[in-house]
């Protein structure tokens, strides 16, 4: 393991789903939710929630980038939330939920410019990408609640019926891909 870090700051619905995606990765040191890309500072849950606040839920995920790439994130980030819709996954709707990039640096912003340029040109959505690429300016950490979300309340209703399965569909996914990989 070397002794880098760097961070990547996304957004891509609620931030528990993206979490405990992240946390199952290789390379991957620890994810933070928070609030990012609006105008008010210091923001809370329940103000973030109403919508007005112009922050969407975002993970910061550590990673070390001699295990784990940007545009290794970034494949897993376009696979486990839909970025074709505007302001919205699933039942989760509002700018609070949006997809979004958040870079830190211009490798990373152009990284995520190809990236969706790459998915675009190979028809892999019906939709066009609207995933946000912006400078991140601010992270917000979340409230100490929400860490290890899914893993401190495996039994909540929302945890239950969609953080587990978008997990689970992960899961499946990435085994499919190992075994590939793999030969097998």
Not at 34 to 45: F, K, L, R, S
Request: glycine share 8%; net charge negative.
């Amino acid at each position: 393991m070397s002794e880098r870090t760097e961070t990547a700051t996304l957004a891509g619905g609620c931030f528990w789903c993206l979490e405990a995606v992240y946390q199952l990765l290789e390379g991957v040191h620890g994810v933070k939710s928070g609030y990012a890309g609006g105008q008010v500072e210091n923001p809370t849950y329940q103000q973030v929630c109403t919508g007005r606040t112009g922050h969407a839920e975002v993970v910061r995920v550590s990673f070390d980038p001699d295990t784990i790439t940007f545009d290794d994130l970034l494949d897993v980030f376009f696979t486990i939330h839909d970025p074709t819709t505007l302001n919205r996954q699933g039942g989760d709707i509002g700018t609070q939920y949006r997809s979004a990039i958040f870079h830190e640096n211009e490798a990373e912003r152009d990284a995520a410019e190809r990236k969706v340029s790459e998915i675009n040109a190979a028809g892999i959505w019906r939709d066009p990408i609207v995933t946000e690429i912006a400078s991140l300016g601010e992270f917000y950490p979340a409230e100490p609640y929400h860490d290890d979300f899914l893993r401190q309340n495996p039994t909540q209703p929302y945890c239950r019926a969609v953080v587990e399965p978008k997990v689970a569909k992960f899961r499946r996914q990435h085994l499919q891909r190992l075994k590939r990989e793999a030969g097998v």
